[in-house]
Nanobody, 116 residues
Framework: QVQLVESGGGLVQPGGSLRLSCAAS????????MSWYRQAPGKERELVAD????????NYADSVKGRFTISRDNAKNTVYLQMNSLKPDDTALYFC?????????WGQGTQVTVSS
């Protein structure tokens, strides 16, 4: 059974940090491009960051460059998103996404709330 399970979300004060994790199972994780998306209330889902199958290439949304870092551990079938210097605008439901050609998988999401 294909699964993407996110964890690590929560409530954090502005300027704080969180580390999201996404544990994958049921497919060949190391072959897939992995991404983190987010969706805030009333807004469209947007790409936050992605990482190539081998981990050698990453891309970030302009809004998170320099603050977020995506990484993966193919031995553990897990992708991470380290989020530093969090802002209230980062508040959203964060989703893990896996893609290989036309095959796509989504996780259920983990809520991140940045508020004082």
């Amino acid at each position: 059974q294909v699964q993407l399970v996110e964890s690590g979300g929560g409530l954090v004060q502005p300027g704080g940090s969180l580390r999201l994790s996404c544990a994958a199972s049921g497919f060949t994780f190391s072959s897939y491009v992995m991404s983190w998306y987010r969706q805030a209330p009333g807004k469209e889902r947007e790409l936050v960051a992605d990482i190539s199958s081998g981990g050698g290439s990453t891309n970030y949304a302009d809004s998170v460059k320099g603050r977020f870092t995506i990484s993966r551990d193919n031995a553990k079938n897990t992708v991470y998103l380290q989020m530093n210097s969090l802002k209230p605008d980062d508040t959203a439901l964060y989703f893990c996404h896996a893609k290989l050609y036309s095959r796509q998988r989504w996780g259920q999401g983990t809520q991140v709330t940045v508020s004082s």
